[in-house]
C-alpha cells in the first residue's frame, strides 16, 4: 500500500494538541464538543453539516471522522453525497461571485 501525506493514525492524536497550548487547545475542545451537542439541530443534522464543510475544506480527517458518524446515525450514502454536492454549490458558487470583483476592478482600470 503506498504511503499518503495524511497518515489516517493522525486523526487519533488530535486531542495532542492540547500538549502545546493547553489552555487554547482545551478551549477548542470544550467549543467543539458543545457546538456539536443536541439544539435546534440534531447531532445527526450536525453531523451531516459537518460532512459537507470537511469536503468544501478539503480536510480528509474531518471526512473520515464524519463519514463514520454520520454512518453511525443513520446518515445514508444518498443523503452524504447530496450534503456534499450542497457543499461544492456553495463554494463554487462563491468562488464564481467573486468574479464581480474581478469584473468591477476590469471596469475601473479600463474607464
Known amino acids: ?3 499518503t501525506y495524511y497518515d489516517p493514525a493522525d486523526l487519533r492524536k488530535f486531542g495532542k494538541i492540547t500538549e502545546w497550548s493547553k489552555d487554547l487547545g ?3 475542545f470544550e467549543y467543539y ?3 456539536f451537542e443536541e439544539g435546534a ?3 445527526r443534522e450536525k453531523s451531516l453539516i459537518a460532512l459537507a464543510v470537511a469536503h468544501t475544506e478539503q480536510c480528509p480527517y474531518c471526512i473520515d471522522a464524519y463519514t463514520k458518524d454520520g454512518l453511525q446515525r443513520g446518515v445514508t ?3 452524504m453525497m447530496e450534503a456534499i454536492h450542497v457543499g461544492a454549490a456553495i463554494k463554487s458558487g ?3 461571485v467573486h468574479g464581480v470583483q474581478m469584473m ?3 471596469n475601473k482600470l479600463d474607464g
Do not use: H, P, Q
Open 41 to 43: 439541530l440534531t447531532a
Open 33 to 35: 464538543g458543545k457546538v
Open 77 to 79: 450514502k444518498e443523503e
Open 26 to 28: 482545551e478551549k477548542f
Open 104 to 106: 468591477n476592478k476590469v
Open 1 to 3: 500500500m503506498s504511503k
Open 94 to 96: 462563491a468562488t464564481l
